[in-house]
């Protein structure tokens, strides 16, 4: 039994796929709401929204699969690492402007949270697991963009559009 919205497995891949669609839509929005509080430019939170929605697609499909969520998160940032420095070329834009909303999906909020709440209610032995489980997310989130920026730049500089030049002798 899968316990996203009652959705039964052996119902078929249909259900699966129907919920990884929701799953990247709403990753899509809440990117986008991301995007327009930095002041994104209208024309780029479109962008902005798919690198969000690739990197949540690519996280929640992993861990549909039983892979760890640290690994997930680490595959599902350099991911968005990628996707961002080529909208950044593609774009002639910042690649921080497609980066940072993009991050947002993944940030392990709901760790963050139950570390403190297990902290204020006692239980210091969850506290720390979550805790810990929390930092080794974070940690792959860093790691992730840190490999996506280890790609050479001309390597993405081939997606630029090229200029025509008109004085170029064929």
Known sequence: YHYS??????NGR???ITMIIVEAIVAMFATIS???LFNAPK???F???????????IYYGMTEQGINSVLASLVAAFGLTILARAFAVI???PVTMYLLPGIFPLVPGAGI???AYYLFIGNNEMS???GLETLEIAGAIVFGIIFGFGIPQRLFHRLSPQKLDLNEES
């Open 34 to 36: 991301f995007a327009i």
């Open 47 to 57: 962008y902005c929204g798919l690198t969000g929605s690739l990197a949540w697609t």
């Open 43 to 45: 024309k780029e939170v």
């Open 14 to 16: 249909r259900c699966i």
């Open 113 to 115: 949270y139950y570390t």
């Open 128 to 130: 720390g697991f979550k």
């Open 5 to 10: 919205y009652g959705c039964i497995r052996l």
């Open 91 to 93: 774009r002639k834009s």
